[in-house]
T-cell receptor
Framework: EADIYQTPRYLVIGTGKKITLECSQTMGHDKMYWYQQDPGMELHLIHY???????EKGDLSSESTVSRIRTEHFPLTLESARPSHTSQYLCASGSALSGAARYTQYFGPGTRLTVL | GEDVEQSLFLSVREGDSSVINCTYT??????LYWYKQEPGAGLQLLTY?????DMKQDQRLTVLLNKKDKHLSLRIADTQTGDSAIYFC????????????FGRGTSLIVHP
């Protein structure tokens, strides 16, 4: 099981501010993901990475950006927060091991973002 | 395309069994997962089943897979109030695809 951390857990911020949501994992997982979870609880993939210096956009169009400079760290940045960004953001990671572990995602506790 | 369907709500009495159902469309699914999400928390992996299995049991949890009908279920025996949460079904194609498809989640409410 992965140890995956997200900070902050809760953030209330004003419109126009730049914010970075942090995600770190200590298991050496090569794959990392960001999801946005809407009030109906549906998960939307916004970014993912399969390794250092590799990032891709997910299915949901997002104004956020990500970076993967270190294996263990996958921060998400919003350059200018808007009320429409208010949501729960979940980070996940996945192992390079063989079998089921290779396709399994392990989730962090989430960041609840509110933009006023 | 891939699609995973779940009913939105399930209400059970404490001590009864709960059965949460999930259907998926892609017969190429390799791994099927059940996750649990408690309020204010992330998703916790409960269990998974490989597509060549019919059943997997882990303590109070039993997963049944009907590949012909593309139907997955999670049975929780002796349901407790602590089992109240949202349960997500997910499928993974395997191969070079590392992004699972999630259902919308079933909210399980356990009442005394």
């Amino acid at each position: 099981e992965a140890d995956i951390y997200q900070t902050p857990r809760y953030l209330v911020i004003g419109t126009g501010k730049k914010i970075t949501l942090e995600c770190s994992q200590t298991m050496g997982h090569d794959k990392m993901y960001w999801y946005q979870q809407d009030p109906g609880m549906e998960l939307h993939l916004i970014h993912y990475s399969y390794g250092v210096n590799s990032t891709e956009k997910g299915d949901l169009s997002s104004e956020s950006t990500v970076s993967r400079i270190r294996t263990e760290h996958f921060p998400l940045t919003l350059e200018s927060a808007r009320p429409s960004h208010t949501s729960q953001y979940l980070c996940a990671s996945g192992s390079a091991l063989s079998g089921a572990a290779r396709y399994t995602q392990y989730f962090g506790p989430g960041t609840r973002l509110t933009v006023l | 395309g891939e699609d995973v369907e779940q009913s939105l709500f399930l209400s059970v009495r404490e001590g009864d069994s709960s059965v949460i159902n999930c259907t998926y469309t892609d017969s190429s699914s390799t791994y099927l997962y059940w996750y649990k999400q408690e309020p204010g928390a992330g998703l916790q992996l409960l269990t998974y089943i490989f597509s060549n299995m019919d059943m997997k049991q882990d303590q109070r949890l039993t997963v049944l897979l009907n590949k012909k009908d593309k139907h997955l279920s999670l049975r929780i025996a002796d349901t407790q109030t602590g089992d109240s949460a949202i349960y997500f079904c997910a499928e993974s194609m395997g191969g070079g695809s590392y992004i699972p498809t999630f259902g919308r989640g079933t909210s399980l409410i356990v009442h005394p």
